[in-house]
């Protein structure tokens, strides 16, 4: 922006005050360096450039420098003072701009994650953040043992590498609840799987969801829901798996949904494991370690940090207990889902 575009509102009084502080040698009084903060502020909320600016000043002091060199000394504290209180004036425009900014950008994907506006107005205030809600959209949650905000270096780093890295995308990244989320149109996959990858690194070790995409305006809330599911799914089935994808895990809501059912499953089948020496839960170990090892005695006994002998003598106990024999293919299936309900339920730590 060149000089001749800057306002010559900006400039109101400051060649006065430059001739006057050249005949006097006074110093500017407290109300001329307000209004020359106010003008700052007028200035960046029209959106002018602070450089362009600074040089109309510079110009304005060149075409009133006085011609007595005594002067000079005043004249150029003066300019100082002028465009010093003009940048902070300007500076905190721009910084209440920003605050505004992020309140509204806050508010939201509140109401975006908890359907709480209508939402063909929540469609319009959409397009400001680059998302086109008529989309179908999936969302990425990052999770870590630090809490993250909007301000930490952490999502303003993993933000910068999704700019490079795919552009203008229609890519939103926040923060939620002290988790990171990335949303992203559902056909956009490498997008989610590189915040996936990024964030798992970034958080030293963290966990992602990506829920599967879901259409329409309340598609990003269907997403988001199923992501933190899945992230609560993890910890509860101690998912090793640092990427977990929504679409990989709905067997476990299937089986959850009648929770009855299953609560009858699990005290049917694994209820007698309460009467072993030492309670259930090494025995429900065992058969998890198992199950996890693809019915691998060998390996389940390294995951257990058990001899073969040993591993081998608690199936046979539980085979005992249960009836049911976790080698025999006809009893595996009813064993395993009943030990997945255990641990959806979290039994035996809880009683049922």
Not at 252 to 263: F, I, N, W
Not at 318 to 323: D, E, M, N, P, Q
Not at 341 to 348: I, K, M, Q, T
Request: charged residues 25%; glycine residues 8%.
């Amino acid at each position: 922006m060149t000089q001749r575009e800057i306002p010559e509102q900006y400039l109101d009084g400051y060649a006065r005050m430059l001739s006057e502080v050249s005949a006097t040698g006074r110093r500017l009084t407290r109300d001329e360096i307000e209004s020359r903060r106010v003008l700052g502020e007028r200035a960046a909320d029209s959106g002018h450039g602070l450089r362009a600016l600074v040089s109309a000043h510079l110009s304005a002091a060149r075409a009133a420098w006085p011609a007595t060199p005594a002067s000079a000394d005043s004249t150029l504290a003066a300019i100082q003072q002028v465009i010093d209180a003009f940048a902070e004036g300007f500076e905190r425009a721009q910084l209440l701009a920003v605050r505004q900014e992020e309140a509204a950008r806050r508010e939201f994907i509140d109401d975006l994650l908890y359907g709480r506006s209508d939402l063909g107005r929540l469609a319009e205030r959409a397009e400001r953040f680059g998302l086109r809600l008529s989309h179908a959209h999936a969302v990425a949650v990052a999770q870590a043992t630090t809490a993250y905000d909007e301000a930490d270096p952490v999502p303003r780093r993993l933000e910068r590498a999704l700019i490079a890295r795919f552009g203008d995308r229609n890519i939103l990244l926040t923060t939620k609840d002290g988790r990171m989320l990335c949303i992203a149109p559902g056909d956009q996959e490498d997008a989610l799987t590189y915040f996936a990858k990024q964030a798992y690194a970034a958080t030293d070790g963290g966990r992602v969801a990506i829920g599967r995409p879901q259409p329409g305006p309340g598609g990003v809330v269907q997403s988001y829901e199923e992501a933190l599911n899945a992230l609560e799914l993890a910890e509860r089935l101690e998912l090793d798996d640092p990427v977990l994808r929504a679409a990989d895990l709905l067997v476990y809501p299937v089986l959850t949904r009648d929770r009855q059912a299953m609560t009858d499953l699990v005290l049917d089948t694994l209820g007698p494991l309460t009467t072993a020496r030492g309670g259930a839960q090494h025995l429900l170990d065992t058969l998890t370690a198992y199950f996890d090892s693809g019915c691998v005695g060998t390996e389940a006994a390294r995951r257990l940090s058990l001899s073969v002998r040993a591993l081998t003598y608690r199936l046979e106990r539980i085979h005992k207990l249960t009836g049911a024999n976790p080698a025999d293919p006809a009893h595996r299936y009813v064993l395993q889902t009943a030990v997945i309900g255990a641990r959806l339920l979290d039994w035996p730590a809880r009683e049922l």
